[in-house]
């Protein structure tokens, strides 16, 4: 079962904006990492944000962690064509060795 | 090209038949984990290795499924007669360091008629 949920399901937007997605999860965890999946390159790497840490950038990503309310933002600035693609959160900790992933948002940038 | 590869990509097989899938991962990587998705889900997790040990393994792993990492290298997951509800995709990544990013690679995509 999913340990994880995301919000919106599914978003379009045009190319220039702002892109947002939320992550709820339900235990502790020592880690929450985002994870981008399109159909040319499989599941990437995004980001990785500690629990211990509230925000984190890298490059037009922007991170956000509040652990006290077990939920993670992920803001993509200036989207691009490229960008569309389906966004995952994943956990780790609360027990175990293993990534747990979220629904996933499917994120469409038009132009 | 220095990713985690995978073999087959894709793989067609009739109800009861058995399969089994390969996943080479980064070389350095002593960490490789096995992962199950299905149409508009994220992964589930399936099995862990730590170099030849299977430390941890899913509820989701049913006695029909079993993998091995010989050497600390390669893996392989096979499924015994598979059953329609193991069509998925069926993904390998690997890692360096525990609970840090996984590299991914392409999948096997599975489909059982």
């Known amino acids: 079962s999913q340990q994880g949920e995301e919000d919106p399901q599914a978003l379009s937007i045009q190319e220039g904006e702002n892109a947002t997605m939320n992550c709820s999860y339900k235990t502790s965890i020592n880690n929450l990492q985002w994870y981008r999946q399109n159909s040319g390159r499989g599941l990437v790497h995004l980001i990785l944000i500690r629990s211990n840490e509230r925000e984190k950038h890298s490059g037009r990503l922007r991170v956000t962690l509040d652990t006290s309310k077990k939920s993670s933002s992920l803001l993509i600035t200036a989207s691009r064509a490229a960008d569309t693609a389906s966004y995952f959160c994943?956990?780790?900790?609360?027990?175990?060795?293993?990534?747990?992933f979220g629904t996933g948002t499917q994120l469409k940038v038009e132009l | 090209d220095t990713g985690v590869s995978q073999d087959p990509r894709h793989k067609i097989t009739k109800r009861g038949q058995n399969v089994t899938f390969r996943c080479d991962p980064i070389s350095e990587h002593n960490r490789l984990y096995w992962y199950r998705q299905t149409l508009g889900q994220g992964p589930e997790f399936l099995t862990y290795?730590?170099?030849?040990?299977?430390?941890?393994k899913s509820r989701l792993l049913s006695d029909r499924f079993s993998a091995e990492r010989p050497k600390g290298s390669f893996s392989t997951l096979e499924i015994q007669r598979t059953e329609q509800g193991d069509s998925a995709m069926y993904l390998c990544?690997?890692?360096?360091?525990?609970?840090?990013?996984?590299?991914f690679g392409p999948g096997t995509r599975l489909t059982v008629t």
């Open positions: 990544a690997s890692s360096l360091v525990q609970g840090n990013e996984q590299y």
């Open positions: 290795f730590q170099n030849e040990a299977q430390l941890e």
């Open positions: 994943a956990m780790w900790g609360g027990g175990g060795n293993k990534l747990t």
